[in-house]
């Protein structure tokens, strides 16, 4: 059987939406099409209803509670959220944030910001295989330090950072830590408790879901995470990010994250095959 040209081989930048995705979401443009913030009629209340599924269907992903997350534009969006509201929240507790090299620009970017408004920004090396040294790490933290933000897996080279490790590094010296786990979510196990994780950045398309759609896991024990809004007007995801939500797009988000975790395994299991046959 001939093959069917041009080949799609940039799944690090985006996946195509699944059809199951896409069914589910459909009913959402012009059926039930209510704003989910207008909860005094049915049509509103059938769209919170959605984004309340699927709120808690990411929660269940990562071992979370529903009320932990927060739905954003993407990735890009979330690392923001993250970044600029951690430094507002906690500037009279500290200025110094401590991230790495390889990031990607959503964080690199909005570091350099803070560095131009008078924040201080550490930007750990990695080695030859894109890993940072936790004694480096360590060494790096003052107590100035309110923030660690280090990629889950990377979207370039896809090395898998020693999460658990930074995760209890942060614990054992007080300090948050956030990471964008958008390459990671949804192709490998996340549990944010068992991980000491505080912020979460993830994104719905890397893993078949629509573009235009992702979340922020917030912290509210152990300890809470404040996070100040950077976008205002509404007061809507519990005054973090105000905004008409995007019905479809978080309901197609629901349903890959659900496909995902069924999936998950078995995905795993042939792409390594595909690997030792290369």
């Not at 790490?137 to 100035?144: C, F, P, Q």
Request: proline share 4%; glycine share 8%; charged share 25%.
């Amino acid at each position: 059987m001939p093959l069917k040209l041009p080949i799609y081989m940039d799944h690090h930048a985006t996946t195509p939406v699944d059809q199951r995705v896409l069914d589910e979401m459909i009913p959402y443009f012009n059926q039930k099409f209510g704003n989910a913030a207008s909860i005094d009629h049915s049509h509103g209340a059938e769209a919170s209803d959605a984004v309340e599924r699927s709120r808690e269907k990411i929660a269940v992903a990562i071992h979370a509670r529903p009320e932990e997350i927060i739905f954003t534009s993407g990735a890009t969006e979330s690392d923001n959220i993250a970044i600029f509201g951690i430094a507002e929240k906690y500037a009279a507790e500290g200025d110094h944030i401590i991230t790495c090299a390889t990031e990607h620009k959503a964080i690199l970017d909005t570091c350099k910001r803070l560095e131009a408004w008078g924040k201080k920004i550490t930007y750990l090396p990695v080695d030859s295989y894109g890993t940072v040294d936790l004694e480096a790490l360590k060494n790096s933290i003052t107590n100035r330090t309110i923030l660690i933000s280090i990629m889950m897996a990377n979207n370039e080279i896809g090395t898998i950072a020693p999460v658990h490790e930074i995760g209890k590094i942060a614990k054992e010296y007080e300090i948050l830590f956030h990471t964008d786990a958008a390459q990671a979510f949804g192709h490998m196990p996340v549990d944010v408790r068992a991980l000491n994780i505080n912020i979460m950045s993830i994104s719905s398309h890397k893993m078949y879901g629509p573009k235009g759609v992702g979340a922020l896991y917030v912290s509210r024990s152990n300890p809470k995470a404040n996070v100040a809004p950077i976008i205002y007007g509404g007061g809507h995801e519990r005054g973090m990010r105000s905004g008409t939500l995007n019905v479809p797009g978080i309901v197609g988000f629901g349903k890959a994250i659900e496909i995902a975790l069924k999936e998950m395994s078995s995905d795993n299991k042939r792409n390594a095959s595909q690997k030792r046959k290369c």
